[in-house]
């Protein structure tokens, strides 16, 4: 029940694609009949071509006997040699027609070279003609304002000129000059009608131009209109058959995972290679679906685009394919990181659940302790086998834990990304993960010892390394379990430790079960109270620390 919406989307990209193929195409389903077959027309009208631009060769050729120039006939030439080659191809084209094979492929020779260049521009020439096409308006409009800046600019020249000569012309006397500047005169008279007009032409363009222009809204709309018309409703088929076609392959897929005995083998090698092997055919027919679209709808320009798009991307990720090589080898599961090993990320140890293009990690240990992870973010990590006993995080909900920066605190939520301890008094510390894990934290759930030290006078040194020790320990068993109870306490030991400077140093160890990790505060402060009651109850004295002040003898002065 969980694909069922794949399956629906599925159906409805596949309705799509058809509905706009069909529409694509109407007009060849209502295309009128004809009574012979489509080859036969296409002769007849070819030879009808054929024979009209022979005439018209005829016509140039007798036009050619007639010229006397030598302009005009080169001119007439270039016009012979058109038709004529463009009679050739029609001629290719027809006897391709009725042969059914492509003869200009059948008369070429061996090892003949190809003129990449030639072929390239060629194959680039509907992508270039639809950018000049659609940038025509705003060229056309640049060149007329051009064209009056440039006219403008002769007219004031020549004015200029026409005002020099003028001024020379009147304070001039000698009868050899004056002819020379009115001939050159009349010529600036001549180049400043000439400008004149030219601007007026250009004025008069540029304004009609700008007064059939569209406002900015109706350019916008009817280029929208026009783009979802033609190019839009194509790129709306490509992107149909590409998903269609991807959705069908993952379709495929999640079938033979579903069903194939090879893969209820568990994930082998094989169904590995099978996996990487079926994300890169998925890959190449869903960009091939898209392409196949724009060649079938002959639309040259989007797939001229597409094509450059491909060779981008191409060139751009040149430097990625010893990452890709890298992700290939984890999904094979013959990298650094494999399935059912340990890892740690972002300092949190992790177990491998699965390796594909987005892998699963799972910590047992945490709410919601499952991440899903890009397989490139594993590419720098390693992982590792582990013990079935091996815990995944330090404590558990419930646990009472004390922190290396002295918090003491029972653990009421613990995610990959938060842990919050609750502390005496209600309050809730929230660490991150990570920092939680680097404060070390000492369970006290699990068991925990008390260790601390007490010291009486040396006025009690003939007890201090029996009697004491014994009765300390006979005091504090009594005390501590009359206090946490019995099955709590799991052993209570003094010994003995050391004679400091002022006093005779007894160790006391005891040691507590973790159901009294709640009660760790308590019972280190209830030791020293025993310890004290004890003392008062046999009268040992508890010492202070001594300091003696040595006074230095006065400095007599010498003679």
Known sequence: MRRLPSFKILLLLTSLACILLANSHAQDAVAPAISEPRPLASIRALLSTIAAIE?????????????????????????????????????????????GVDVSEFSEQLGEKVAFEEELREFFRPLVKEAKRATAKPRELEELRNAVAFHSKRLDMAGEALEQLRSLIASTQ???????????????????????????????????????????????????????????????????????????????????????????????????????????????????????????????MLFGFSLLILAGLAWASKNTIPRVSEQIKLMLNLGPVREEERLVFDGVPWQVK??????????????????????????????????????????????????????????????????????????????????????????????????????????????????????????????????????????????????????????VLADFSGDAAAKYNHASRAIQRLCVETCNEFGWIIPFTQITMHQAPPHTPQA
């Not at 050729?61 to 001119?75: R, V, Y």
């Not at 009608?193 to 109706?218: G, V």
């Not at 890169?280 to 639309?299: H, Q």
């Open 354 to 507: 699965k390796l594909s293009l987005y892998s699963r990690l799972t910590n047992p240990a945490l709410e919601g302790g499952e991440l899903r992870l890009p397989l490139r973010d594993l590419i720098p990590l390693s992982s590792r086998p582990f013990g079935a006993k091996e815990p995944f995080f330090p404590c558990e909900k419930g646990h009472w834990l004390l922190l290396a920066d002295g918090t003491f605190g029972k653990v009421i939520r613990q995610t990959p990304e938060w842990v919050q301890l609750v502390l005496l008094g209600s309050s809730v510390k929230t660490f991150t993960t990570a920092d939680f894990i680097g404060q070390t934290p000492q369970n006290l759930s699990l068991g925990f010892r008390v260790q601390q030290v007490f010291g009486i006078d040396y006025s009690h040194q003939s007890i201090a390394t029996n009697e004491v020790p014994s009765v300390l320990k006979e005091r504090l068993t009594a005390g501590l379990n009359q206090l946490l109870g019995a099955d709590k306490v799991v052993n209570v030991g003094v010994e003995f430790a050391s004679a400091s400077a002022s006093s005779l140093d007894m160790a």
């Open 174 to 300: 000698n009868e050899e000059t004056s002819p020379t500047l009115e001939n050159m005169e009349r010529i600036w008279m001549n180049r400043e009608e000439e400008a004149r007009n030219q601007l007026i032409t250009a004025q008069y363009q540029l304004e009609d131009r700008l007064a059939s222009e569209d406002s900015l809204w109706d350019t916008l709309s009817s280029g929208v209109a026009n783009f979802f018309r033609t190019k839009g409703k194509n790129i709306a088929i490509a992107l149909a058959s590409m998903a269609a076609t991807f959705f069908l392959l993952r379709l495929l897929h999640r079938s033979i995972e579903r069903f194939s005995p090879f893969r209820r083998r568990g994930h082998s090698f094989g169904a590995r290679l099978f996996d990487v092997i079926y994300l890169g055919t998925t890959t190449l027919l869903t960009i091939g679906a898209g392409l196949a679209a724009f060649y079938a709808l002959g639309d040259w």
């Open 55 to 99: 005439g018209e060769v005829d016509k140039k050729q007798a036009e050619l006997l007639d010229e006397t120039t030598a302009a005009g006939k080169e001119s007439i030439g270039t016009e012979i040699r058109g038709l004529n080659k463009k009679i050739t191809t029609l001629k290719l084209e027809l006897e391709s027609i009725a042969t």
